[in-house]
């Protein structure tokens, strides 16, 4: 009775729980992985599937489980929503907005991701719509075991302003691709070398102002689809909410993590790095990288006879994704981590681009310095590596946060391969921790390091080469010894997170009623008690 219960997110345990793996009986990793792998054997994909377990004890597979499917998951609330998208394709702009519209409907209604699949296909051709929609089970980074999503629900409007500079950068974008670390050296694939897809059509790119954005995590910047096999031939999205970013640019919380005589100058500087950045991460990090597979039985999307040359190993590549593979289903737990690191080391190592950053309007005349910006980059990288400590759970030895995890791989990996252009000063005795960066040395230190490990994460990723990365990865994001001794401080250190309280809309006879609320907790209780829900 005076037990406690799990107080973190995880695989199920005494100490960590998911939604994803409900019942009395708590499921292990390996019967997850079991069940996972039976369903991809079987072409069943796992985003808006839960797993529970109905018996304690299960000795052999071949005789005491049978895996039932079970529909109907959810079925009140996707009522719900099916018969609200119905009443606003009704106002759709176009006719592929009323597909996709449709599309979603009948895969809520049926469970199948196929047809969803399809409507993300269909979403993607409705380029600069003027209201932008995101519907679905989406973000897989609260899964532990990293392949099932959550159901997330955008509307937004589109800033054309704001747009055009996005647009300009996409036109750029190949000559920013063929300065990535896989692609020097090379003449193959115009310049992008082998593992990076040729880019047939600039994808679409806009700045929205949400209105309503339901979702565990209000993101910054999202690159969809998801599915690797339909982003492969270009076919995505990029969109960066600007007024989530306007409103995390008004905080005035100063970083405990830096020093003081330059806290001022680094806040000062973190709205503009970080847009660039978020930017980047999203059309440069997610939007770039070919995985290298067999797309139909005997036909491969590279030279079967003459594999590629692996730019780590010096030899040709041995592995790729097998029929019906995945990249969520071979790296499981590892994707969403690996995926967001990989996308965040891509902006960062772009940073240092003159041409790039005189796209945004920084140059040997603006305020703000071009250098200016690169610093604050790398000050980021060491601040988001620190705070990201606070999502290590110690008792379950693992991380709450895909992209925490990301941000201390990166900062252990700048602060053992940086020579030294990085520290982190401890002071143990007043609980405080400072990232020192030398910036006559970002160049010639930093930037390799960065370009070291997003090559190798790059080749892992794109050649289904999970043990090696599994091995490297974990490596880089072990928490232990002087770490554990960072994060006590981090902890001591704990800012409140962001609360966003958003608006809601009322019709009145022919008219659109806006109601916003005050930025309290009072607001948000009652922003969600009037929708209706």
């Not at 209201?131 to 099932?148: M, S």
């Not at 190949?174 to 193959?188: D, H, M, N, R, V």
């Not at 609360?499 to 009072?522: H, M, R």
Request: net charge negative; with cysteine; aromatic share 10%.
């Amino acid at each position: 009775m005076y037990s406690s219960h799990p107080s973190s997110l995880g695989f199920p345990g005494s100490k960590t729980q998911s939604a994803y793996y409900p019942g009395d009986y708590a499921i292990t990793k390996e019967e997850i992985a079991d069940i996972s792998n039976l369903m991809e054997q079987n072409g069943v994909l796992p985003e808006n599937t839960r797993i529970q377990k109905r018996m304690k004890e299960l000795q052999n597979w071949g005789t005491d489980r049978t895996v039932r499917v079970v529909k109907g998951d959810h079925s009140h609330e996707l009522v719900s929503i099916c018969r609200s998208l119905e009443q606003a394709s009704q106002f759709a702009a176009n006719d592929t907005q009323k597909r996709f519209l449709d599309q979603y409907v009948r895969s809520f209604e049926s469970g199948d991701l196929e047809i969803y699949k399809e409507s993300q296909r269909t979403w993607v051709k409705d380029t600069a719509p003027r209201v932008e929609n995101i519907f679905g089970f989406v973000e897989r980074y609260r899964d532990p075991f990293g392949i099932r999503a959550e159901f997330e629900g955008l509307v937004a409007i589109s800033d054309p302003e704001e747009t055009k500079l996005l647009t300009r950068l996409v036109e750029d974008s190949p000559t920013f691709i063929k300065q990535l670390p896989w692609a020097q050296g090379t003449s193959e694939n115009n310049g992008k070398g082998p593992f990076e897809k040729a880019l047939l059509e600039p994808p679409d790119f806009s700045s929205i102002h949400t209105l309503a954005y339901c979702s565990s995590v209000i993101y910054s910047g999202i690159n969809l689809p998801s599915y690797n096999d339909i982003r492969q031939g270009c076919d995505f999205k990029n969109v960066i909410i600007a007024n989530r970013m306007t409103a995390e640019s008004k905080s005035s919380d100063i970083s405990p993590f830096v020093d003081a005589a330059e806290a001022s100058i680094f806040q000062k500087h973190k709205y503009p790095t970080m847009y660039i950045w978020i930017v980047l991460h999203e059309l440069l990090g997610h939007g770039t990288g070919k995985l290298i597979c067999e797309e139909e039985r005997g036909n491969f999307n590279f030279d079967f006879e003459h594999p590629p040359i692996d730019p780590l190993a010096k030899e040709p590549i041995h592995s790729w994704y097998r029929l019906g593979q995945t990249l969520t289903g071979v790296f499981a737990d590892l994707a969403p981590t690996v995926e967001e690191c990989r996308a965040d080391l891509v902006g960062a190592y772009l940073k240092d681009s003159k041409a790039l950053l005189a796209l945004f309007g920084f140059d040997a005349s603006s305020k703000i310095s071009p250098n200016d910006i690169t610093y604050n980059v790398y000050l980021q990288l060491g601040v988001k590596g620190i705070r990201g400590l606070q999502n290590f759970n110690i008792d379950g030895d693992r991380w709450g946060q895909a992209q925490s995890r990301a941000h201390f791989a990166m900062l252990k990996c700048l602060l053992r391969d940086g020579n030294g252009f990085m520290k982190i000063d401890c002071d143990g005795a007043h609980d405080q921790l400072t990232v020192r960066v030398d910036r006559s040395r970002i160049i010639s230190d930093g930037k390799p390091a960065l370009a070291r490990m997003l090559l190798k994460l790059h080749m892992y990723r794109c050649t289904a080469n999970v043990k090696s990365c599994r091995t490297y990865y974990e490596d880089l994001s072990r928490v232990d010894g002087e770490y554990l001794e960072w994060r006590r401080i981090v902890l001591a250190k704990k800012q409140p997170r962001m609360v966003f309280v958003q608006a809601n809309t009322f019709i009145d006879g022919d008219q659109v009623i806006l109601k916003e609320y005050e930025p309290t907790q009072e607001g948000v209780v009652q922003s969600w008690a009037e929708r209706g829900l």
